[in-house]
């Protein structure tokens, strides 16, 4: 009976030798392989999809900012349109604050005063290239650079 066999093998049938040596990771090589080429795609897939949850959490602040515009200007009816994107810069998310809302435009119609039960209307517009982390397009993706959103409210008739 051959010593070195049995000292390597400890008395185990040979096949449990093999699972022991792929479970220690036997075969480590061919795993970097595999996570070198994987690697680079996670990684683009995870950036763009970053890029495009900044984007969307933009716009979903960009709508309630603009809800809040419509609402203020539905109130205070005589308001103007200074005073209701200053409102909307004072109550908006830090995303479409920043920069004091210089990405920020909205327009008011039907200019001021607008009388009870008659509609007023905000539309906003945001300039999402201060929030690109990619180059744009990247790969070929492109990304929205500018947000806008409407909203309109029935004036309630009080004055400033």
């Known amino acids: 009976m051959n ?4 000292r390597k093998s ?3 049938p040979p096949r449990f030798d093999a699972l022991v040596r792929r479970l220690r990771g ?6 970097v392989i595999e996570f070198a080429f994987a690697l680079p795609v996670v990684l683009i897939l995870l950036l763009v999809g970053i890029q495009f949850a900044i984007i969307g959490e933009a ?11 419509a609402r203020y200007a539905a109130v205070y009816t005589n308001s103007t349109q200074a005073q209701v994107q200053s409102y ?8 479409i604050a920043a920069n004091g809302g210089a990405y920020l435009t909205s327009t008011l119609s039907p200019a001021p005063p607008c009388t009870y039960g008659s ?4 539309s906003v517009s945001f300039n999402a290239n201060s929030l690109m982390a990619l180059p744009n397009p990247f790969l070929g993706i492109p990304f929205p650079t500018t947000l806008t959103s409407s909203e309109s409210a029935f004036c ?5």
């Open 3 to 6: 010593t070195n066999i049995d």
């Open 10 to 12: 400890k008395g185990r």
């Open 26 to 31: 036997g075969s480590s090589a061919q795993s």
């Open 59 to 69: 716009s979903l602040a960009l709508g309630q900012v603009n809800y809040q515009g």
């Open 88 to 95: 909307m810069l004072s109550v908006a998310s830090p995303t």
């Open 119 to 122: 509609s007023v209307t905000v």
């Open 156 to 160: 309630e008739g009080s004055t400033n």
